[in-house]
Nanobody
Framework: QVQLVESGGGLVQAGGSLRLSCAAS????????MGWYRQAPGKEREFVSG????????AYADSVKGRFTIFRINANNTVFLQMNSLKPEDTAVYYC?????????????WGQGTQVTVSS
């Protein structure tokens, strides 16, 4: 079992930055690929970014490439999403996810989500 708790969301102006954190409990964190997804009102949940078990591989949605950075600290059971140059279209609830598969595998565990609102 893996429990995920996100933090760091909030309200920011366009062009600003936020760093999301996801704290994981359970001994399987270091064996799980981690990811961030988001869901905007009226839209389906979408993949934002993922990172492999040891952090050697990362992936990003085209919409966030060059602006967002994912990284993890296995010693602290934490994964982060650094979001720069935020745009109003980044407004969504952001979810942390863990999977025993690869970066793009369907997650096995989800966090409760954290709201990110970018004002224009």
């Amino acid at each position: 079992q893996v429990q995920l708790v996100e933090s760091g969301g909030g309200l920011v102006q366009a062009g600003g930055s936020l760093r999301l954190s996801c704290a994981a409990s359970g001994r399987t964190f270091s064996t799980s690929a981690m990811g961030w997804y988001r869901q905007a009102p009226g839209k389906e949940r979408e993949f934002v970014s993922g990172i492999s078990r040891r952090g050697g591989s990362t992936a990003y949605a085209d919409s966030v490439k060059g602006r967002f950075t994912i990284f993890r600290i296995n010693a602290n059971n934490t994964v982060f999403l650094q979001m720069n140059s935020l745009k109003p279209e980044d407004t969504a609830v952001y979810y942390c996810a863990a999977t025993y598969g690869s970066i793009y595998s369907t997650p096995d565990y989800w966090g409760q989500g954290t709201q990110v609102t970018v004002s224009s």
